[in-house]
């Protein structure tokens, strides 16, 4: 069993940055994947960022390329998920997910996550 907490969420204008923290329960010497995934009201969940925690491999989705970064402590079992030039349209709920790693971490479907956060929420003004 995983158990994840997200924090970091807030509010913030338009071109600001926010930090999200993704503590989890499993040890970051074992093959994960960590991912960040977000959903707005009336719009099918989205995946954000993947990292491959062995590797330190990361994905990102189209829409947070240049902007989003991920990074983790392995000390902390945690994943950072760096946001930059935020803009209005990330603004979500962000929930961390975690899956045991098989072949790759690339998938940033939500089918294919089945360990899940609470979420944390993000707002962004204009």
């Known amino acids: 069993q995983v158990q994840l907490v997200e924090s970091g969420g807030g509010s913030v204008q338009a071109g600001g940055s926010l930090r999200l923290s993704c503590a989890a329960s499993v040890f970051f010497g074992s093959r994960y994947c960590m991912g960040w995934f977000r959903q707005a009201p009336g719009k099918e969940r989205e995946g954000v960022a993947s990292?491959?925690?062995?590797?330190?491999?990361?994905y990102y989705g189209d829409s947070v390329k240049g902007r989003f970064t991920l990074s983790q402590d392995n000390a902390k079992n945690t994943v950072y998920l760096q946001m930059n030039s935020l803009q209005p349209e990330d603004t979500a709920m962000y929930y961390c997910?975690?899956?045991?790693?098989?072949?790759?971490?690339?998938?940033?479907?939500?089918?294919?996550?089945?360990?899940w956060g609470q979420g944390t929420q993000v707002t962004v003004s204009s």
């Open positions: 990292m491959y925690i062995r590797g330190g491999v990361t």
């Open positions: 997910a975690a899956k045991v790693w098989t072949s790759t971490c690339s998938d940033l479907s939500p089918r294919a996550y089945n360990y």
